[in-house]
């Protein structure tokens, strides 16, 4: 029903800035309130969510880890979710999965998303 495509990682330094991006698509993907989230997963490590935002944009939230440094922000237009990531540092380094659901609460971090995409990696030199 939704597809998510994801680009824009990366080898940066310590200090730098690189900006993701999820492409979505869906027969209804614009009729339905969907909820949209940035994870990201390094090796041995458990996915965390970084971000996330209400496709409309209204409502935003933050990991701990990443609050002053990264936004989440979208396209509606053309249905791109992007995720802006300044001040990167080495304990970055991982997996970044763009996610959506019908159901999950932006302000939950526990909520579940139904829809991914394949992932890109982002490696942050020191």
């Known amino acids: 029903q939704v597809q998510l495509v994801e680009s824009g990682g990366g080898l940066v330094q310590s200090g730098g800035s690189l900006r993701l991006s999820c492409a979505a698509s869906?027969?209804?993907?614009?009729?339905?309130?969907?909820?949209m989230g940035w994870f990201r997963q390094a090796p041995g490590k458990n996915r965390d969510i970084v971000a996330a935002?209400?496709?409309?944009?209204?409502?935003?939230n933050y990991a701990d880890s990443v609050k002053g440094r990264f936004t989440i922000s979208r396209d509606n237009a053309n249905n791109t979710l992007y995720l802006q990531m300044n001040s990167l540092k080495p304990e970055d380094t991982a997996v970044y999965y763009c996610?959506?659901?019908?159901?999950?609460?932006?302000?939950?971090?526990?909520?579940?998303?139904?829809?991914w995409g394949q992932g890109t990696q982002v490696t942050v030199s020191s």
């Open positions: 996610a959506a659901s019908f159901i999950a609460s932006v302000l939950d971090p526990q909520s579940e998303y139904d829809y």
């Open positions: 869906g027969r209804t993907f614009s009729s339905y309130p969907m909820t």
């Open positions: 935002m209400s496709w409309t944009g209204e409502i935003t």
